[in-house]
């Protein structure tokens, strides 16, 4: 199986817009974050987890041809607004494209996307996808998946377990059961959005004490906010623990 991380910013993206600060103006690609995303592959099949905003730019640079089906977390602007770039896919596949999410995720896609699901035809092209909300594991192209759930500030999102794989995103808490089902990874992929905690989000250093608790052989952190400097702050990071970046690539 492998991990490529399509974006690793947090909604705003880095650099920010207006923003002149050492991160938003370095000239090191590693601080320049799309939107987080990852693509889950095993041979030819790839599963989308988010569609960020700028989907179309990161399967441009990353030669994404293929997607077989999509699992949101949640319905915030970062990580849906890309859904109408599966048109291209659309196109590929010549069929709609099934797409996951918690059950108020569907609810708010259909709210946001209701001109994909009009039966008036347009002029322009529409987006083909199907909404099925999660109700328990999945089984896509061969692949398990456990949906886990997380708290996103008083919100509910979903994380997503592939075999030793973990995708935890916007994530400000994890209930003891929803650790319990993250025990035992190779790969662990967490929100660590800045230093200053937020309401929303895991700091690095709350994501650094739940990495202590779950142990993971490996972790990436990502939804990295603009006040994070790459180089600088990976050398701060225990052993085991790094910060991603965009169009990073990792076996699991
Ligand atoms: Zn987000
Ligand atoms: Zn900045
Ligand atoms: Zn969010």
Do not use: W
């Not at 030669?63 to 949640?74: G, I, Q, S, W």
């Not at 996951?100 to 039966?119: C, L, P, W």
């Not at 089984?139 to 398990?144: A, D, I, P, R, Y």
Request: charged share 20%.
């Amino acid at each position: 199986m492998k991990v490529t991380f399509l974006g690793t910013g947090t909604s705003y993206g880095v650099p920010m817009i207006g923003c002149e600060c050492h991160v938003c103006t370095s000239g090191n690609p590693r601080n320049s974050r799309t939107r987080s995303s990852i693509i889950v592959s095993e041979g030819e099949c790839n599963i989308l987890i988010d569609a960020a905003t700028e989907l179309r730019i990161q399967c441009l640079r990353n030669k994404v041809r293929r997607l077989d089906a999509v699992l949101l977390t949640h319905s915030h602007a970062d990580h849906v607004l890309g859904l109408d770039d599966l048109r291209h896919f659309n196109r590929n596949r010549k069929t709609s494209i099934p797409v996951y999410g918690f059950q108020d995720t569907v609810k708010n896609i259909y709210r946001m996307f209701s001109y994909a699901f009009s039966e008036v035809s347009s002029n322009g092209s529409k987006p083909k996808f199907t909404l099925t909300p999660i109700d328990g594991k999945l089984s896509l192209s061969g692949m398990e998946i456990i949906p886990v759930d997380v708290m996103h500030g008083q919100e509910k999102v979903t994380a997503y377990r592939f075999n030793k794989l973990a995708y935890v995103t916007d994530v400000s808490q994890i209930p003891q059961d929803s650790m319990d089902k993250l025990m035992g990874l190779d790969l662990l992929v967490i929100d660590a959005l800045r230093n200053i905690p937020h309401e929303k989000h895991f700091s690095i250093e709350q994501a650094i004490s739940i990495v202590s608790i779950l142990k993971p052989k490996q972790t990436f952190f990502t939804h990295i906010a603009h006040e994070i400097e790459h180089e600088e702050t990976n050398k701060t990071l225990p052993a085991g623990i790094k910060l991603a970046y965009d169009g990073l690539s990792v076996e699991v």
